[in-house]
């Protein structure tokens, strides 16, 4: 598709072939994304997660709870000095509402961005009272005024303060694993740290989804490795895989998704697939 086409344009014809495939859900449901693990997809995988559930018709709102702001960059949406974000929800007690922005394009995807200060919240989160229940109880507040099908939370790779709030705020953990030497270190940490808080603060977290990526089928290794986490998961890991892919990693230079990149590529259709199959085994 040219280049000259808008993201709106793009976003109305991945929305025409995915609605069909996507009934609204009859609640709000609240997904983070985590792996303690840097490189492995995490912010990638919630961008375009969050990007085809809204081309399926579903109302999204993304939270970027990354300091880095590249899921506040995929989207072309402004997190400069001075733009309240994430930051002003978890420290200064501002509403979800007050600081969301609708991603350019998507008329029914919102975005919390990640500011600069995000930066700084863990030290600032220390000295304040439910420290861990901040995004809970502005989520909460939230869909009592507001109706979505999906709150999608992307984490920076830690398991620190701001990850704590993403996993009590949640339902569900959707975990991208790469399909690469190390796919599982860390992953033990990440088991551990959700027994904690399964058992102490959200007993309804779980597990919804382990997404394997940057899978390259022309290597034994990525196939070992596919297998190995099968082998381990075998009723959270998707049938969809994604693949090592150029226009996956292009997409967000350009503050795009890869749906609105190039819904044509192999990365786009991959994670349109694990959106529908994301959605069609929340719904079972």
Known sequence: MSATVSRETKAVIGTRRLKEAMAPLPGTRVITVANQKGGVGKTTTAVNIGAALAMGGLKVLLIDLDPQGNASTAFNVAHDEGIPGSYEVLVAGASLASVKQRAEGYPQLDVIPAGVDLAGAEIDLVELERREFKLRDAINALVEKERYDYIVIDC??????????????????????????????????????????????????????????????????????????????????????????????????????????????????????AARELHEKGRA
């Open 156 to 273: 920076p790779p830690s398991l620190g303060l701001l990850t704590l709030n993403a996993l009590i705020a949640a339902h569900e953990l959707l975990i991208p694993i790469q399909c690469e030497y190390y796919a599982l270190e860390g992953l033990t940490q990440l088991i551990k740290i959700i027994s904690l808080v399964t058992e102490n603060t959200n007993p309804q977290l779980h597990i919804g989804a382990i997404l394997l990526t940057m899978f390259d089928g022309r290597t034994r290794l990525a196939h070992d490795v596919a297998n190995t986490v099968r082998t381990h998961f075998p009723k959270e890991v998707l049938t969809t895989v994604i693949p090592r892919a150029v226009r996956v990693s292009e997409a967000p230079s350009y503050g795009q998704s890869v749906m609105t990149y190039d819904m044509s590529s192999p990365g786009a259709l991959a994670y349109l697939a």
